[in-house]
Nanobody
Framework: QVQLVESGGGLVQAGESLNVSCAASGGTFSTYAMAWFRQTPGKERELVAA????????HYLDSVKGRFTISRDNTKNTVYLQMNSLKPEDTAVYYCNTVPPRETWGQGTQVTVSS
């Protein structure tokens, strides 16, 4: 059973940066494609960025292209999301999961961007 623990969220002002992390345990991390998702109240969870097992392929939501960068360290079983030039509309709870996502989600990490 893969367990995922997100961290690194916080309150920042528009234009600032945050780097969130997701530590995985209980599975073979290097065999999974991984992704970051986000969710705001009343909306469906959306995929923000994804990365292949070997980091050779990445995919981004159009609205974050050029501002967010997903990366992973298979030696640390960790996936990262570097978020630059944050906007108020990036405010959400951020989750990581495998691709395709497993049924069980972590607790997420809250990112709040003030204007």
């Amino acid at each position: 059973q893969v367990q995922l623990v997100e961290s690194g969220g916080g309150l920042v002002q528009a234009g600032e940066s945050l780097n969130v992390s997701c530590a995985a345990s209980g599975g073979t991390f290097s065999t999974y494609a991984m992704a970051w998702f986000r969710q705001t109240p009343g909306k469906e969870r959306e995929l923000v960025a994804a990365i292949s097992r070997d980091s050779g392929f990445t995919h981004y939501l159009d609205s974050v292209k050029g501002r967010f960068t997903i990366s992973r360290d298979n030696t640390k079983n960790t996936v990262y999301l570097q978020m630059n030039s944050l906007k108020p509309e990036d405010t959400a709870v951020y989750y990581c999961n495998t691709v395709p996502p497993r049924e069980t989600w972590g607790q997420g990490t809250q990112v709040t961007v003030s204007s």
